[in-house]
């Protein structure tokens, strides 16, 4: 009987972890000046996150676990570099059930429900029906209804719902229509903005109130609102303007391929929906009655699970591996700024010196092109850490930029997973892409740079 556990994924796998561990331990031994001990043997840390997070030799939530494993036995051992004593080491497991992961859980269980009972689909069919046959219209009417959906559910999904709406009608289309390319791009380009809109809507939101709480900057799911919803109806325009321009159509009227005789919602998916539309009410007035967004999202947690609308089965579906990460993330900012190491990477760099709107453009065009390449997920764990500290620029201003921004860079397939879905469609070039997504990419960091710069 063979082995099969070292399959060539997995020896590939192992050899880019010992390699990240290898180089983790070689930057723990430089004697840089002004760095502790802890901070040493952090920076270490950092170094193999980033080295897994790039390459992503497994799932990204199992670094997160690396992590605190390393950051426990390296630093939160008793009599330790940090000095912590007992249970002292909790504190890098905290963050793994923080208010913010909390917040995330609940939302992904409401998504769980609205897709289970198709109130997705039903919503879609229900407000594209109504958008006309004027091309310019159908786009703008699926990007919106994309970035709406996105708010609530995974980008991913949002892509893979509407994107079986969109292909049957760009079949339709002759084969020199530029404008297929259009909506086929117009689907995983508004999932991605979409997700800028709520907390919940996309992990770099999460993450980045969660650094935030860490420093004391505590932010409400309305107060996100207030800054993303904006952010999100400039930027659903500005994509529709590009795409438009870009893949002007030939055509004069598009019909979609949506009828309006759907099945109405049964008396449970009714019911989702009203639980649905009261805790979004409960987020949004948490300064009324005072109720943690986090305790909020317990709530269909609770119903949902009671009643047995959704079972053991969805309870596997949600986005553990996204809670993971964001948990990890978190760990390694609480590891970084309790040894200094934080601190010490900001003294290196003469922020002062740039000014305010230079270092949020410096933030924003990092997350920008890390973003292209690896996970928005990973670019906010990394970089998070580091801006939220800088005593020149406000945290919250750092935290945002760097998380909205590594929602709106989709310059490439590997950019994030609705742009591998459309790509995967066979009615776009790479080149499509990466001509219309570096051009959208560069004017929205140009725009949520200017706005957080003039709002905070």
């Not at 994924?9 to 192992?14: P, T």
């Not at 407000?127 to 996105?150: D, E, N, Q, T, Y």
């Not at 709480?213 to 505590?218: I, K, L, P, S």
């Not at 996100?224 to 030939?250: A, D, E, N, Q, S």
Request: with cysteine; charged share 10%; hydrophobic share 55%.
């Amino acid at each position: 009987m063979s082995l099969t556990i070292f399959t060539r994924k997995n020896r590939k796998a192992i050899l880019i972890l010992a390699i990240a561990l290898v180089a983790g331990a070689a930057v723990s031994r430089i004697p840089f000046e002004g760095l502790s001990e802890a901070g040493r043997l952090t920076f270490g840390i950092f170094t193999m996150a980033a080295i897994l997070w790039v390459l992503e030799p497994f799932s990204l939530y199992v670094t997160s676990f690396i992590i605190v494993i390393l950051a426990v036995i390296l630093l939160g051992r008793s009599g330790g570099p940090l000095g912590l004593t007992g249970s002292g080491y909790m504190i890098f497991l905290n963050p793994f059930f923080s208010s913010v992961v909390v917040l995330l859980l609940g939302g992904f269980v409401m998504a769980q429900a609205v897709k289970r009972y198709g109130i997705d689909t039903w919503l879609s069919r229900k407000l594209l029906h109504r958008v006309g046959s004027k091309p310019g219209a159908v786009l703008l009417g699926m990007m919106v209804m994309c970035a709406f959906l996105s708010m609530w559910i995974s980008n991913t999904a949002t892509t893979a719902l509407m994107m079986a709406v969109a292909i049957p009608v760009a079949n339709t289309l002759p084969g020199n229509e530029p404008f297929r390319k259009a909506m086929i791009l117009g689907i995983p380009f508004a999932s991605n903005i979409g997700g800028i809109g709520t907390p919940i809507g996309s992990p770099p939101n999460a993450i980045a109130m969660g650094f935030l709480e860490q420093a004391g900057h505590e932010m409400t799911f309305l107060g996100w609102m207030t800054i993303g919803i904006p952010i999100v109806v400039v930027l659903i325009l500005v994509c529709w303007l590009v795409l438009y321009t870009l893949f002007r159509p030939k055509i004069d009227t598009i019909e979609l391929d949506v009828s309006e005789e759907t099945e109405s919602l049964d008396n449970r998916s009714k019911f989702i929906l009203v639980v649905f539309l009261l805790v979004v009410g409960l987020w949004l007035t948490s300064s009324l009655h005072g109720i943690p967004s986090s305790i909020v999202a317990l709530i269909p947690f609770v119903i949902f699970f009671g009643l047995r609308l959704l079972d053991d089965d969805d309870l596997r579906e949600l986005g553990w591996g996204i809670l993971f990460i964001v948990g990890g993330g978190m760990s390694l900012g609480v590891a970084m700024r309790e040894s200094g190491l934080s601190e010490w990477m900001v003294s290196q760099i003469d922020f002062a010196a740039m000014g305010t709107l230079g270092i949020l453009f410096l933030f924003a065009a990092v997350a920008a092109i890390m973003t292209t390449f690896i996970s928005n997920s990973a670019t906010a764990n990394l970089l998070l850490p580091i801006v939220v500290g800088i005593a020149a620029i406000s945290p919250v201003s750092s935290a945002l930029v760097v998380a909205i921004v590594s929602s709106a860079a989709m310059i490439l397939p590997v950019s994030t997973p609705p742009n591998a879905i459309a790509y995967g469609s066979g009615h776009i070039e790479v080149r499509d892409m990466a001509k219309s997504g570096t051009l959208i990419t560069a004017l929205s960091l140009v725009f949520v740079t200017l706005v957080i710069y003039f709002l905070f």
